[in-house]
């Protein structure tokens, strides 16, 4: 059974920085892209990011040139960096695995989230 798991959130101020890890287990991590996902309160959840199998990065919009994501096969985790937080970027943030490698669309294990709140 596939598990993911997310550490790594917290309080932070706005203009700081976090960094989120995602490690999972009883999959073949290095083959399946991985992505980042969020729920602000009352609203649906987002795409942030993901990374492919072979490392390509996508990106939504609202956090481009902010946050980073990358993988370590190794350690079977995906980390999501995270700078110049603002207000808005409080919510819920989910790890997820990909249904294939090599695209940034389409999800199918997801972790139980971990909680940034950006606030003064």
């Known amino acids: 059974q596939v598990q993911l798991v997310e550490y790594g959130g917290g309080l932070v101020q706005p203009g700081g920085s976090l960094t989120l890890s995602c490690t999972a287990s009883?999959?073949?991590?290095?083959?399946?892209?991985m992505g980042w996902h969020r729920q602000a309160p009352g609203k649906q959840r987002e795409y942030v990011a993901a990374i492919t199998a072979g490392g390509s990065t996508n990106y939504a919009d609202f956090v481009k040139g902010r946050f980073t994501i990358s993988r370590d096969n190794d350690k079977e985790t995906v980390y999501l960096q995270m700078n110049s937080l603002a207000l808005n970027d409080t919510a819920v943030y989910y790890c997820a695995q990909g249904r294939g490698g090599a695209t940034f669309r389409g999800f199918d294990v997801w972790g139980r989230g971990t909680q940034v709140t950006v606030s003064q």
């Open positions: 009883g999959t073949i991590f290095s083959i399946y892209t």
